[in-house]
């Protein structure tokens, strides 16, 4: 089993940052990929960004050239660094961990973008 728990949501005017961090712990041995999903009120669940073990990295159109995400290994965390939020960013934003096609989620953590 793997556990993962996200940090880091809260509200913020447009244009704002905000730093997800989710650390996962437990059987972590094998994770292939790590990534963070959201859904927004209406929406379906869709993926943001994924981090993979060789270190390859994808960006949904949307939060390309805003969001970043990365990884520490040491701290078996990986973060979500979100700036010039929109909006339309606003949704529960999810961590998922991979495992040979086996999937591994936290608890959601909420962003709110508005003025």
């Known amino acids: 089993q793997v556990q993962l728990v996200e940090s880091g949501g809260g509200s913020v005017q447009p244009g704002g940052s905000l730093r997800l961090s989710c650390a996962a712990s437990g059987n972590i041995f094998g994770i292939n990929s790590m990534s963070w999903y959201r859904q927004g009120p209406g929406n379906k669940r869709e993926l943001v960004a994924r981090?993979?073990?060789?270190?390859?990295?994808y960006y949904v159109d949307s939060v390309k050239n805003r969001f970043t995400i990365s990884r520490d290994n040491a701290k078996n965390t990986v973060y979500l660094q979100m700036n010039s939020l929109k909006p339309e960013d606003t949704a529960v934003y999810y961590c998922?961990?991979?495992?040979?096609?086996?999937?591994?989620w936290g608890q959601g953590t909420q962003v709110t973008v508005s003025s």
């Open positions: 998922n961990a991979n495992r040979d096609g086996y999937l591994y």
């Open positions: 981090i993979s073990s060789l270190g390859s990295i």
